[in-house]
């Protein structure tokens, strides 16, 4: 059971992410009947100023001492750099080592890494970091698009709100479902969302590297509501079907079926987020005919279904 908690702070902290860890681990909440945790915040050495930027700095009680007992121990956001204190990274492997609980938050999971306790495992952090934490940590089997990963004794989140989501996850596995939704009803955000859902990227257009095509996916987009048959679409650029296809993979990197799917997408998210439009209406809209065929290709891009989306991000009218 979860009675201890330590925070371990480096330099250049972010703010929001070591304040989500103290606000679901470090409050007395003993009044809504959950218990008081040991909460510790920790740095390289106890009374030390740490920088939290913009000329704000925090001291830690703590030094990493507080780590040997903790029974779970936590890594905050933090920027990215090339070198870690030696110290931190030997204090975090003995976490590991005598089986206590690790969970970081966003780009915490750099840290965890260098320490080398990522290699072999399923691990996550903030997409924006995805491409520069696989070739640091080629061995992490990074998922880049989930909110966060429970691994056993390690648990990773990516950025910023899907911190939440993981320290809730942590409190309703060690503390049970009852004590989650207490947390989640005093910050005022939703009880659980599953690690699973994807993180909200910004999916962007694909663009031409020519110019050749470019007015055939203009046309596209302003039609993106009618059929656009391969056929069609070559006749319009003046090619044969097999050169338009292997133009078309040539310049925008996928296939137009795909590429119009992933548009139509796009367009169905601001509608949701703008609109209060029905999702058939939606659907007819981006040019998927029906509510049904909408969800399966909007769930397999966003990770979520529409009405899930929508709740999320569509004004409260809506």
Request: proline share 5%; with cysteine.
């Amino acid at each position: 059971m979860l009675k201890s908690v330590a925070v371990v702070l480096l330099d250049d902290f972010a703010a929001f992410e070591f304040g989500v860890v103290c606000e679901v681990f470090g409050y007395d909440r003993t009044d809504d009947g959950l218990p008081l945790l040991d909460f510790r915040v920790c740095g390289e050495r106890a009374g030390e100023p740490l920088s939290l930027g913009h000329g704000v700095k925090v001291t830690p009680e703590h030094g990493l001492e507080a780590t040997e007992d903790a029974d779970l121990v936590v890594v905050p956001a933090c920027d990215v750099r090339d070198e870690y204190p030696p110290a931190v990274l030997e204090a975090l492997r003995a976490v590991s080592a005598r089986g206590a609980t690790l969970l970081s938050v966003c780009t915490g999971a750099f840290v965890l890494g260098a320490a080398g306790l990522l290699d072999g495992r399923r691990c996550t952090n903030h997409w924006r970091h995805s491409e520069r934490f696989r070739k640091r940590f080629p061995e992490a089997r990074l998922d880049p698009d989930v909110l966060f990963v429970d691994d056993g004794d390690i648990i990773t989140s990516a950025g910023t709100a899907a911190g939440i989501d993981a320290c809730l996850h942590l409190v309703r596995r060690e503390l049970g479902s009852a004590a989650a939704t207490v947390i989640a009803r005093r910050m005022v955000v939703p009880p659980q969302r599953e690690g699973g859902q994807r993180q909200f990227v910004e999916l962007p257009i694909p663009e031409c590297t020519g110019d050749s095509l470019q007015p055939v996916l203009t046309w596209m987009l302003d039609t993106i509501d009618h059929e656009h048959p391969v056929a069609d679409l070559a006749r319009r650029a003046r090619m044969s079907e097999r050169t338009f296809a292997r133009k078309f993979v040539a310049e925008t990197g996928t296939t137009p079926h795909r590429w119009l799917s992933t548009q139509r997408v796009l367009h169905a998210r601001s509608l949701l987020e703008e609109t209060t439009m029905s999702i058939d209406e939606v659907a007819r809209r981006c040019g998927f005919g029906s509510g049904a065929l909408l969800r399966h290709h909007f769930h397999k891009v966003v990770g979520v279904s529409p009405q899930d989306y929508r709740r999320t991000f569509a004004p409260q009218r809506v």
